[in-house]
């Protein structure tokens, strides 16, 4: 009997070890959730909460992963960039399983995103968002930062030739306009590396809402790469009085903030930075995974998560925009902001 007891004894710890979960956010500090997966164990939690509907369901053979592991799997890969075979060591899954798990997740997070990452469009916002971007360097009635930033990615088997960036790597070339808090209020994440900045902006929808007047008398601020029109203001190239000095400090002060966004969505989530090696996956899929980052990048800002770890970002060099039709409204309107907020 004893001997019996032993046996049994051995097949329940080989038991455990086959079907123990190896992720469970209970069991593990915070400090080590952060600096690995990007949140701490309440938000893990909460996220798990709230996928669930839709990476929680039964596999036919009732064996499905549980949801918290299949959360801290994307987690990891999103943080770290690692092939999925490093994740899996991580997490005890195989390759193909970590695969499922990444496209199961990241099609939710996408799905939340096309939802929940969207412009100001009550009066009340839109006067909220304005009040904030003036406060950081008094340039009045601004909505939006502008701006496109690259996304490494491996060669592509269909079209492989436009998806190469002036820098001569495969990317996807990403458009984000970001508010004063580095929210992220608005992305195009479907265009390749070849695309010129303006080009995505004038194919883009929030675009078109501007023309339309969605957004009364407001303005996104843009760089040089970016058309002169009476929505989307950029500096002017050679300033030739004091008002105009200041109008391009003031507008260089306020725009920052959707470089400073990027640099702190690619800190957080390595997958998108080049230090982790570019995304091994097709063009649309890497679109829908920078925007899953997007998502959660925007959790982390509104919910004050720090960041464990820095990775530099240096703004990219873009080519001054050609062919703009607005370019004479758009200078009458800058002439007349000009007079109204920096003449002293």
């Not at 409204?329 to 007349?336: K, L, N, S, T, Y």
């Amino acid at each position: 009997m004893e001997l019996q007891a032993v046996l049994a004894h051995d097949r329940a710890l080989r038991r455990e070890r086959v079907f123990r979960d190896p992720l469970n956010p209970l069991e593990v500090e915070d400090e080590h959730l952060l600096r690995y997966y990007r949140f701490p164990r309440r938000e893990i939690l909460w996220l798990c909460d709230e996928l669930e509907p839709d990476i929680g369901r039964v596999t036919r053979r009732s064996h499905a992963v549980p949801t918290h592991t299949q959360v801290l799997t994307a987690l990891r890969f999103y943080a770290s960039g690692s092939f999925q075979s490093v994740v899996g060591d991580a997490s005890g899954l195989s390759q193909s399983s970590v695969s499922r798990i990444i496209g199961k997740v990241t099609d939710a997070l996408f799905s939340r995103a096309r939802r929940e990452i969207k412009m100001p469009r009550s009066a009340a916002d839109i006067a909220a968002t304005k009040h904030k971007f003036y406060q950081l360097s008094n340039f009045p009635n601004v909505i939006g930062a502008i701006d496109c930033t690259h996304i490494a990615i491996k060669a592509p088997q269909i079209n492989e030739d436009v998806y190469v960036n002036r820098k001569q790597y495969h990317s996807l070339n990403i458009q984000v306009i970001a508010n004063s808090d580095q929210v992220i209020t608005s992305y195009s994440a479907k265009y390749p590396g070849s695309s010129h900045d303006s080009y995505i902006w004038r194919n883009s929808c929030v675009r078109r809402s501007f023309n339309r007047g969605e957004f009364g008398h407001s303005y996104l601020l843009g760089d040089s790469g970016y058309p002169l029109e009476p929505f989307l203001m950029t500096p002017i190239e050679n300033p030739a009085n004091p008002a105009e000095q200041r109008y391009n400090r003031s507008h260089m002060r306020t725009r920052v903030v959707v470089e400073q966004t990027f640099g702190t969505l690619k800190t957080r989530f390595r997958c998108l930075h080049r230090s982790g090696g570019a995304l091994q996956y097709d063009p649309a899929r890497c679109g829908k995974i920078a925007v899953a980052c997007m998502l959660l990048h925007n959790l982390c800002v509104r919910r004050g998560i720090p960041m464990q770890d820095a990775v530099e970002y240096h703004e990219e060099a873009h080519p001054p925009d050609i062919g703009n039709v607005n370019v004479g409204h758009g200078r009458v309107e800058r002439q007349e902001l000009i007079q109204q907020a920096f003449v002293l």
